[in-house]
């Protein structure tokens, strides 16, 4: 089993920024791709941004695309999400996910989410 525990969300005005962090343990971290997915209320999960397991490729949502960035940290086993120029539309929970790089598909491993807030 793998451990995903995310941070970081919080409250933030509309233009604002914030960095959620995804503290994995119990699997080999660099053995894992990670995604970042959200939630809005009444709403379906969705994919936001992905990483491979070196960092050196990476995806985004369209709705996101040039306003968040995913990065990791495969020493400290951690995979990040800049946030910038928030909008309300970006309010969700934000999950953390990983998935064996080695196989593309669903993600196996998911965290218990952080609630990201923008106010306009």
């Known amino acids: 089993q793998m451990q995903l525990v995310e941070s970081g969300g919080g409250l933030v005005q509309a233009g604002g920024s914030l960095r959620l962090s995804c503290a994995a343990s119990?699997?080999?971290?660099?053995?894992?791709?990670m995604g970042w997915f959200r939630q809005a209320p009444g709403k379906e999960r969705e994919f936001v941004a992905g990483i491979s397991w070196s960092g050196g490729s990476t995806y985004y949502a369209d709705s996101v695309k040039g306003r968040f960035t995913i990065s990791r940290d495969n020493v400290k086993n951690t995979v990040y999400l800049l946030m910038n120029s928030l909008k309300p539309e970006d309010t969700a929970v934000y999950y953390c996910?990983?998935?064996?790089?080695?196989?593309?598909?669903?993600?196996?491993?998911w965290g218990q989410g952080t609630q990201v807030t923008v106010s306009s």
């Open positions: 119990g699997r080999t971290f660099s053995n894992y791709a």
């Open positions: 996910a990983a998935r064996p790089d080695y196989r593309a598909g669903g993600y196996d491993y």
